[in-house]
Structure formats: structure tokens, C-alpha cells
């Protein structure tokens, strides 16, 4: 996660916990201050906290599906161009660097064995309206590339990623838009780690 | 209590909200994805709002907090970057002097960044020259397997043949990019390219071919040689095992910053194990 991001994080959670402490030292209120109803103009705390549920849901969802996506489309060899499964859950330079990849795979004429398997997914990158991010622990050392003679050609390196996502919400759609990878050795000690 | 509730959840949306905020705000840094078959990409993106300025100072602090990470960042960096360019020295002279290259090791990995921000009051700009060398460290090019035709698996016996014209090729990614970073505030376009690849044989010779070579395919005349990259043993490695064959990819980065440009020479190596034995016909 980029450092920036955890200052605001933490920074984030300050307000938080401090928006807490308030809450459990209560001010006296005047009665004669005129009273505003939130709920008029703003939604409801379980109208918030729901449809950040429903958010992360369906960035969840959309990431699930774009990665089974990815799957497919790696055994079946690549593409040239991007599915339209591919483009209702993903956009952005994820899209663009994903079939990227799977151009290259086309290209050289190799195919995937096997699914990347996503160990965890935890929602700590934050919410508002119509973007949401997540941290997502993700194991490829399952996925195997082959040529066409059937010689194992996968590519050295580690292949365990914590992928710290966003989703987007684009025309109804929620989409993955940007992926920054860090590479581990192994899930122990990550936030999303079994 | 409802009330409570309310400033509870408040909270933790405001401090739910910032956090994005944050992720928003940094994501002018470089951000590095990799897909699946391991190869990762730089990419730059703007934000899609600048972040807003609060009537607390809130804001100002952060800067400050923000400048002195900054520099934090980039002293762990700079030391980071020292290593690996000590490491990228050592492992390009033991690729010169080696006959082994596969004894050198993989290339050093270039340093991670992460997301850490090098902008920030106070800050001293870094040349264009130094931005370029910290991008092209956070270029994470991918080594290149031996492409070697036609492939002993396509025979009875499982391997190349004495005497026998083999093709040699760059099997992977030649290309990457163009793309733009951005490190301390200057923007940086890299170009990386193989420009050349050496391949070690395994049995002392070494051969090295402008360009990527080209790819045997079985349309191929049998014993055709390749036109602009290939090799014939004279010597058998079977039946004491295999030759290493080493292919050392010469990535040449070409970037751009700030009215400047420059090529800085990045060596990749991978290898893969080759059988060779002799065919013998028996004329009666």
C-alpha cells in the first residue's frame, strides 16, 4: 500500500476513533437549538452502513468474477481482444494491463493450468460513493503456463501478490480500475492472509 | 443513544472516507500490477481529484507529517537504490567474466518503492538523470528464457542432435513499454527494448545475436539454419547430462525526462537445460 495511503489511513482512523470518544462523552444539547432532522437531507446511518455493504458486495463480486474470467481466458490460451465479461468487471489500466497479459499469452502461444486461488479479501482501503478499495490476497503459484509442445514455460518469480485494489462503480457496473502489486514471500502477517 | 450511534458511525464513515481520500491522493505515484504470468507494469495515473483542504489544518499537518515521510522515503530509497546498483555491477561483471552465466544468480530485484511519495515541501528536486535511474529500478523487466528449435521433445530421443542447426530465440516479453513514471515530481518516459542476446551454450561457447532472433516453427526446411541467430554443438552433453543454455537478454531503456535523454543497459538471464547427443547412421 503506498505510504500516502497509510497516513490517510491512519490519519482516517484518528477521526474515527476520536468521532468515538466524542460519541461516548456526550455534550449537553441546548434545547433551544433548533433541531435539523439528517435524515431529510442525508441518509440514515443503517442507510449507509447498508449500502456500503451492498458496495463491497458487488466490488467483491466483480473482482471474483473478473478474476474466474481471467482464468478461462488463460487456459483457453489468451485473447486478442477484451470479452465482455472482461469488460463488465474491469476497466481502466487493469483492463488495460490484463489483456496486455493475455495478449502475450495468445501471442507466444502458451495457456494456464490450473486457477489462481484468492486466499482473502479484506475491505481496508476505504468507501465513498461509487468506489470502493480492497486489499486481496492473491496465490498464482497454482497457475502453470505451457506451450504449445506441452513444455512447462512459466515465467520464474514469486507469485504470491497483495493486490491492493480499486473498484469502481462505471455506468451501473462496478468494475476493478487499478491494482497495485506487492510481491511476498509468503501470507503470514498480511491482512488478507488465511 | 441513537444519537451516539450516529456520531459513532459518522466517525468511522469520515475516517472511512479519508482513508479512500488518501488512496486517491497517492495514486499519482507509479503504481506496479502484475498479471499472472508474472510480468508487472509501471503505471502513472492522475488522481481523479486533488485532495481538498480542510478548515482545521488538518490538512497542513499532513503535509508536514507528509514532507518528513517523503524524506524518509527517500533515504531508505536512495540506500536501496545504493545496493542495487552495487548488486546490478557485481552481477554484470560475473556475467562478463563467467563461461557459467547460470552461476551468476538471477538479476538483482530492483528496489520495491511501494508507494512512497518523494514530492513534498522541502524536498530537494533530483536531476532528470536520477529520476530516470530510480524509474527504470522500479521497471521490473522480466528475464527471457532460451528459445531453442527444434525442441528435443519433438523427437524419439528427447534431444538436440550433434552437428544438428538449432535456432535460438528471445521466448518471452522483448518490449516494454513505452510508459511514463513519475518520481519527484519529474515525469519520466521509458522505452525498454532487447537490444541484443548473448546465449551461453553450456559447452564453453557463447553466441551473440543483434536483435531477438527468430523463432523456429515447424514449417521450417529440416536443417535449415536460422538467418540471423543459431548454433550447432560439436560436442555431445549426453550421456553425462544436459548443457545449461543461458540466454542473457541485454534490455536497453531508453528514457526521457525533463528535456534529457539517455540509455541505461539492464541484463536479464534465464536458463533451461538442453540435452545433446549424437545420431549415428549405420550405412550398409
Redo the contacts between chains.
Keep these: 500500500m503506498p505510504l500516502g495511503g497509510r497516513g490517510f489511513v491512519t490519519v482516517g482512523a484518528a477521526v474515527a476513533c476520536c468521532a468515538l470518544a466524542a460519541a461516548c462523552t456526550p455534550e449537553p444539547v441546548p434545547n433551544s437549538t433548533p433541531s435539523t432532522n439528517p435524515t431529510a437531507t442525508t441518509p440514515t446511518e443503517s442507510q449507509i452502513e447498508r449500502q456500503m455493504r451492498l458496495d463491497y458486495e458487488a466490488a467483491e463480486r466483480a473482482y471474483r468474477a473478473n478474476m474466474a474470467e481471467q482464468d478461462r481466458l488463460y487456459k483457453t490460451g489468451g485473447t486478442t481482444k477484451p470479452t465482455a465479461a472482461l469488460e463488465a468487471t474491469a476497466t481502466g489500466s487493469y483492463l488495460r494491463i490484463t489483456l496486455e497479459s493475455l495478449r502475450d499469452v495468445r501471442r507466444l502461444g502458451w495457456h494456464s493450468i490450473g486457477d489462481a486461488k484468492i486466499v482473502g479479501i479484506v475491505r481496508d482501503r476505504g468507501w465513498k460513493r461509487g468506489r470502493v478499495g480492497l486489499t486481496s490476497c492473491e496465490n498464482n503459484e497454482i497457475v502453470k503456463f505451457v506451450d504449445k509442445s506441452g513444455r512447462d514455460v512459466t515465467p520464474k518469480g514469486p507469485a504470491l501478490y497483495v493486490q491492493a485494489l480499486t473498484v469502481i462503480r462505471e455506468r451501473g457496473r462496478w468494475k476493478v480500475s487499478t491494482a497495485t502489486t506487492r510481491k511476498v514471500k509468503t501470507f503470514e502477517g498480511q491482512p488478507c492472509g488465511a | 443513544m441513537r ?25 499519482e ?1 507509479p ?11 509501471v ?1 502513472a ?1 492522475k488522481p481523479a481529484k486533488p485532495p481538498h483542504p480542510n478548515a482545521d489544518g ?1 490538512q497542513r499537518n ?1 503535509n508536514s ?2 514532507s518528513q ?1 517523503a524524506k524518509n ?1 527517500q533515504k531508505r530509497f536512495a540506500a536501496a537504490l545504493a545496493v542495487y546498483d552495487r548488486q546490478l555491477a557485481r552481477y554484470k561483471r560475473c556475467l562478463r567474466a563467467s563461461r557459467n552465466a547460470a552461476a551468476c544468480g ?1 538479476a538483482p530485484e530492483s528496489p ?1 518503492l ?4 518523494f514530492s513534498g515541501p522541502g524536498n530537494r528536486p533530483i536531476t532528470a538523470g536520477q529520476a530516470a535511474a530510480i524509474a527504470v529500478a522500479r521497471l521490473q523487466l ?2 527471457i ?1 532460451p528459445g531453442i528449435g527444434p ?1 528435443p ?2 523427437n524419439r530421443w528427447n534431444m538436440a542432435a550433434v552437428g544438428y542447426p538449432l535456432w535460438l530465440w528471445a ?3 522483448t518490449r516494454v513499454g513505452p510508459i511514463s513514471d513519475s518520481v519527484g515530481g519529474l515525469s519520466v518516459s521509458l522505452d525498454a527494448k532487447v537490444s541484443s542476446l548473448t546465449f551461453r551454450m553450456g559447452d564453453g561457447h557463447s553466441v551473440t545475436c543483434p536483435g531477438v532472433g527468430q523463432q523456429w516453427t515447424t514449417t521450417v526446411e529440416p536443417g535449415a539454419k536460422s538467418p540471423s541467430c543459431g548454433y550447432s554443438y560439436t560436442k555431445p552433453s549426453l550421456p553425462n547430462g544436459s548443457y545449461t543454455v543461458a540466454a542473457i537478454a541485454n534490455w536497453a531503456v531508453t528514457w526521457t525526462s525533463n528535456g534529457q535523454s539517455g540509455v541505461i543497459n539492464v541484463p536479464a538471464v ?1 536458463t533451461t537445460e538442453l540435452p545433446v547427443g549424437e545420431l549415428q547412421v549405420l550405412v550398409r
Design positions: 444519537r451516539l450511534r450516529n456520531m459513532a458511525a459518522l466517525g468511522l464513515l469520515a475516517g472511512l472516507v479519508i482513508a479512500l481520500g488518501g488512496h486517491t491522493a497517492s495514486a505515484e503504481n506496479v500490477t502484475c498479471t499472472r504470468t508474472r510480468s508487472c507494469t503505471t495515473e488538518q499532513h507529517a507528509g515521510r522515503a538471477r520495491w511501494g508507494g512512497d511519495s522480466p528475464s528464457a525442441s521433445d519433438l521466448d518471452g516479453r534465464d
